[in-house]
């Protein structure tokens, strides 16, 4: 009998946003977790007229998806395609079914909760790579991050996102910029490529990038800026600089 993996090798289609990955990192990520779609639709909009095609990918916030459903992933994806768009869906439980709902309302990716069973990210892999998108793990609320990052990694998933949580941000005072030494080390160590979020600005981004995360991802330092277009760019020209 065909084994798991040799069946998903034969039905895997590579993603389209790996391959920006590849080409570009690192690559800004902008969070946008809105509650209302009007406001995520016209920044997004913004974004695409002012910094273009390559530069960045847009995230489907989980406030925004809770709030509005996969409608926003859908008018996202229609407003600013081929801007590819992430699903931050965080899937716990039904991978397959999850998963599926993003790719049809057009997302690039979409994640789970790395801290789930896996069986539930099995079939989500199963179902994103059947249908042409990515899938991340976000790696929020996990202890033993390197051992559950090599689990991951074995299970062929594709991208693992270092994630510091709002709540731990305010209730520890860390955010993803304490977390460069780790992220140089796994990204000498792991084949998925390396995100990277939770209260990144302007001055940890650059050093994240420079550790080898491939995605660095930034919400309110964007999102709650006087001007998040020049933020989102400020942003770009900083961690390409520090990777180069």
């Known amino acids: 009998m065909e084994s798991y993996r040799e069946n998903l090798g034969r039905k895997r289609m590579r993603?389209?946003?790996?391959?920006?990955?590849?080409?570009?990192?690192?690559?800004?990520?902008?969070?946008?977790?809105?509650t209302n779609l009007e406001e995520a639709l016209r920044l997004a909009t913004a974004l695409h007229r002012e910094l273009g095609?390559?530069?960045?990918?847009?995230?489907?916030?989980?406030?925004?998806?809770?709030?509005?459903g996969m409608k926003s992933v859908r008018l996202?994806?229609?407003?600013?395609?081929?801007?590819?768009?992430?699903?931050d869906t965080k899937t716990a439980d039904t991978g397959e079914l999850e998963i599926g709902l993003a790719a049809n309302a057009g997302a690039s990716a979409a994640t789970v909760l790395a801290c789930t069973l896996n069986e539930t990210i099995e079939a989500a892999i199963r179902e994103a790579h059947s249908r042409g998108i990515?899938?991340?793990?976000?790696?929020?609320?996990?202890?033993?991050?390197e051992e559950r990052a090599e689990q991951l990694e074995s299970l062929g998933v594709d991208i693992?996102?270092?994630?510091?949580?709002?709540?731990?941000?305010?209730?520890l005072g860390m955010t993803a910029g304490d977390l460069v030494e780790l992220v140089r080390?796994?990204?000498?160590r792991l084949k998925p490529y390396l995100a990277v979020a939770g209260g990144i600005n302007?001055?940890?981004?650059?050093?994240?990038?420079?550790?080898?995360?491939?995605i660095v991802i930034v919400g309110g330092a964007i999102t709650k800026s006087i001007d998040p277009v020049?933020?989102?760019?400020?942003?770009?020209?900083?961690?390409k600089r520090k990777r180069q």
């Open 134 to 145: 990515a899938l991340a793990a976000d790696m929020i609320a996990v202890k033993n991050i």
């Open 185 to 188: 080390k796994l990204s000498k």
């Open 230 to 239: 020049r933020a989102a760019r400020d942003i770009i020209h900083a961690i």
């Open 76 to 87: 996202l994806h229609a407003s600013i395609d081929p801007v590819h768009v992430i699903a």
């Open 202 to 214: 302007k001055n940890t981004a650059p050093q994240l990038a420079e550790a080898g995360a491939d």
């Open 15 to 34: 993603p389209r946003l790996l391959d920006l990955v590849e080409k570009e990192r690192p690559v800004l990520q902008v969070a946008l977790d809105y």
């Open 160 to 171: 693992i996102e270092l994630h510091i949580g709002i709540d731990a941000q305010r209730a």
């Open 53 to 68: 095609e390559h530069a960045w990918i847009a995230e489907a916030g989980t406030p925004l998806i809770k709030a509005e």
